[in-house]
């Protein structure tokens, strides 16, 4: 019998991807869909390539019965996601996607997003939902914080890296090229298309994008010591995709054969053949993370590229897919939509 | 048991979408692929999109054993297609993606595409492939032959107008938008990405574009008489997508209801509100085709749009579903797809 | 001696594009920029493209002694443009870039700008500013009206056809394409590059666009009847270029010898080849139009294409040839700058 | 009077560029244009948006009688350069944009560009056409060998820096994105519409790309000493434009101080006040270098991000600033083109 799922914040782009995977989830089922400013709209009207589907109309939160409910996606900005998700049933399993509860430590997030946390209680019940590298607390949990895209995508070029020591913790330079969708449909200047489209520029230089809470937060675990990354995200004229090219420091194929080995049982992330170098246009629209480890001329330097679908793996896929680990079902359910290609 | 599929002419995109879609098809399995001059290679290096599927490696036609094979896509160019599919087995089960069986005329066949048919007897067997408007005849078919995907969206918005009588069969103009991807992997200055970005152009102008022989033949058939319509292409830059956007002359509400009645029980065809219009970005990636009725402000005058994605219903999904059909399967099985957006 | 130029709304797209302009303009210096929203920014700031030039900051236009000025552009908004302009004093060259000077008849301007016109005793003394059918009037002109950029594109392919007489007046019909720049710097949800992108759409279809008002006027003008086209704009995924596929009924060598002969003298219209089509992509950032015509397969049905750049002939370079006639400069001054290919 | 000039390889991007600065360019004439290929070709049918110039046809090299011409722009392939160069006339002055001519060094001419230099003794009166850099040199010169464009574009970034010793040399890092009109007109699948758009990769991963060629020249004839950094270049769905995203160590304000005092009077490249980043959408289609220079988080690390346009400034626009200095005329002579946003 399917699961019954609410998403909470279905006007947004995550929102609507949620919907787009469900649609052919064998599983699940959506029985209550929310957006406060579009409420009492037809789906259909909000998204039109949404418009085959029988869904239930937008309404607010606070009209959804959640006991008909399985499972609520939380798909709303920060800061709200904090407010709704406190209010929500004490037993309701959920997946949230926002950055309000991905930061263990609650004065790091007040430091990275400039508010204190309304719930710091909460806080720490929440799993960090990089499935590859939590799947059993994860299973096990009810509140689980979707990861942020870059940071995720950085995550899995690097994290194994960092358990295994295999290279210099002083000196890892992650940049990272990301489509707009990852800006969400807000209504800002920079991403018009006539602003956007035909060039690229950096943003957030000087790392100070706010995924580097998690990256100093994830990779000062997994190495037992403090570790501070260079993180520069670039913006380029494409939709979906993230491309993190990496620079470490270590011997190639160490890198390479901990990296391979790190995934070699995992569905969703491969490692390509030595040398090659993966491309956002291979897993555009799907669940999949390339990864591809490439020698420097010079000795002991390493080049490291990870791509990414943001929306898909680098959010919605990923929640999808920590879903169905907390609802007992097959992980991959759902979520092995081919890339589209061209 | 799966039906086991052959897909010769594998590393073009019509090919290459066919094995997106398989992917995820519940009900068929692919056992050969070919590409003649790919073959040897593995299909993730052709498309290294496809790289997490277990795929059979591209081979010469000459290697399959079509005594495994139900079905066999052919995605082939025409004329090379005649070639080949004449050589197959007498009762091997076959949908044509190409131009060479579209015509029942095969005088009209050698006007249009510049040299004699080399299989004519097999021309009479061929079933025109638009499943909507054949769909009996395709179930019982052994050869079916896929529409040209720009000839299928003009048809859509019109052919139920020309059997119904309601429109002026003497004064109907099809405007046409395509993306790239219609032109195929081929080498073209004018489809490189500097050439064809940020622009666009009519080709193929004054009505002389190949798909008009279908146009031809099948409105004429529709009308019971000789229908000659203007039709005029342009490629935007855009990967993905068809729009049509169509000139009659009838009454605006009747060519509405006649629209609506013809597809108020078809899956993928979907009549939009009277008096709105679809955008390709709607149905990217799906077998989806969106039509909309607008009258104008000249009474008697009335536009219709229709949008589908070229690459899916416009070519491999619609074969897809012809092959549904034709081997007894459930019509829409592995063809529920959402558009991808954005 | 340089004119003194002041420009009011120079921080929206057309503002920039005058900017740019004049930049390599050999007789026009600007003392005076406007931007009430931006008052007391520098232009750099605004359009940072703009930053190698040495401009006066942004002002409020209270603050702008014309007095220094010999010719202002006004590229503000609809309305806001009247207010504005009935304020200047009443000696001052003005090209206006708005459509509230475009329509002598200000009934016409209520009905389908939604409001009465503020000084309609102004609008009499406007000239209609498409140079090559108004030269000799703009040159004596003081208020001059920038020409819509859709509206100039469908009057260049047909004012000489309907003049002559060559087409039928009752069967017009204009396809028309057109990069995002037209709608100018607003946040807008479709003009987001994630909305916009990778797709096209028709709006304002059915013959609703206010720019047909600019039709009806002067094709009703140059045939001395009623003329009411039927008009259709698409949005496509470019910044700039509009490209206009007109559909008429005539003979086509007396359709192509009657646009040869009206731009046989002209600098900035150019017919091409009998049979060829045109491309925005290749007067893209330039002040050409390039004009096609080709006969249909059905003799007596012509397709008339013509491709400009939005921001360019479409609008702000259509702005300085006028004022370089009003200022008495030749009328080609700063304007031979050449398109921007690839 | 005008210079008369021949270009060599016109019917190529560069070729293509030089013909549209040259178009406004107040003292140069253009006398021969060849393109073996395409030989007895108007250049209006290679380049339809040139048609509004007057020009000579294209010809072979050897119909050209070089007595009359003052400069010769060679924009032919490498290799083939060479070949072309040695036979010209040995006092005709020429401006190279191929790789021949860059390396002073033979052995690295072939170690990189993978065959031996057929003219070596050529080599020693090439310049290297880098003008802020050698532009006493450059003005007495009779060959320049123009530079590379990523290669410019990381010098424009570094070389001040390496020269001032303000920068740990050991360890820096060139991250770059690049248009796609770098490739050329080239048919190559990669290059395609439907290949490119819509995503991003890397290639030339591991420093391997030839333009490192030039920064171990260039690099460690300003440092006195080897110096070799990383270099990945990433291609992205833009025609023009190359972002250089580089990571240093060295104290930022030094940085920002050497390079604001290496370019204070540099027309053409301009370092962005401390703190700000570019974009290659604000030099678009110009002949400007903007810099931007940030400090890291962690201290003592820097980034320096410079962005050019590969066709003008990287390639065409810096040939034509060279043969100004070269003809004796202002440098800035017809390259003062602003940027054409959006």
């Keep these: 019998m399917s699961k019954k799922i609410a998403i909470l914040g279905a006007s947004g782009y995550t929102g609507a991807e949620l919907v787009r995977i469900i649609a052919t989830h064998p599983d699940m089922e959506i029985v209550a869909l929310s957006g406060d400013r579009k409420a009492g709209m037809a789906m259909r009207e909000v998204f039109p390539f949404l418009r085959h589907l029988d869904l ?31 209010k929500l049933p004490k037993d309701l399993k959920i997946v949230d996607l926002s950055a309000d509860f991905r930061l263990r430590d609650v004065d790091e997030y007040e430091k990275w997003y400039g508010k204190p946390h309304s719930v710091p209680e909460m806080q720490g019940e929440a799993v960090y939902g990089l499935t590859e590298f939590y799947r059993e607390e994860i299973k096990a949990a009810r509140l689980v914080a979707g990861t942020g895209c870059n940071a995720m995508t950085g995550q899995f070029a690097l994290t194994p890296l960092v358990s295994a020591g295999v290279i210099d913790l002083d000196d890892i330079i992650i940049d990272l090229k990301t489509g707009v969708s990852g800006a ?19 943003y957030a230089v000087g790392s100070v994008h706010r995924h580097l809470a998690e990256f100093d937060q994830e990779f000062s675990k997994a190495a037992g010591q403090d570790v501070r990354v260079q993180f520069t995200p670039h913006l380029i004229p494409a939709n979906r995709g993230i491309l993190a090219t990496v ?63 943001n929306l898909m793996k680098g959010s919605s896929g990923q929640a999808i897919q920590n879903a169905n680990l907390m609802l007992g079902l097959d992980e991959n359910a759902g979520l092995m939509l081919a890339p589209v290609f061209p």
């Design 247 to 309: 620079y470490v420091k270590g011997d190639a194929e160490a890198v390479y054969e901990t990296l391979a080995a790190a995934y070699q049982n995992e569905t969703f992330v491969e490692v390509l053949p030595y040398g090659e170098a993966p491309s956002t246009r291979h897993i555009r629209g799907s669940n999949f993370c390339h990864i591809g480890v490439v020698a420097d001329r010079r000795a002991g330097r390493v080049i490291v590229i990870a791509a990414l679908d």
């Design 56 to 86: 239930p109309n937008l309404v607010r939160i606070e009209e959804i019965d959640f006991a008909d409910v399985d499972l609520a996606f939380c798909a709303l900005p920060h800061a709200t996601s904090q407010a709704v998700i406190s």
């Design 184 to 202: 969400g449909r807000s209504l800002k200047e920079n991403l018009l298309h006539a602003e956007l489209s035909e060039g690229t520029h950096a």
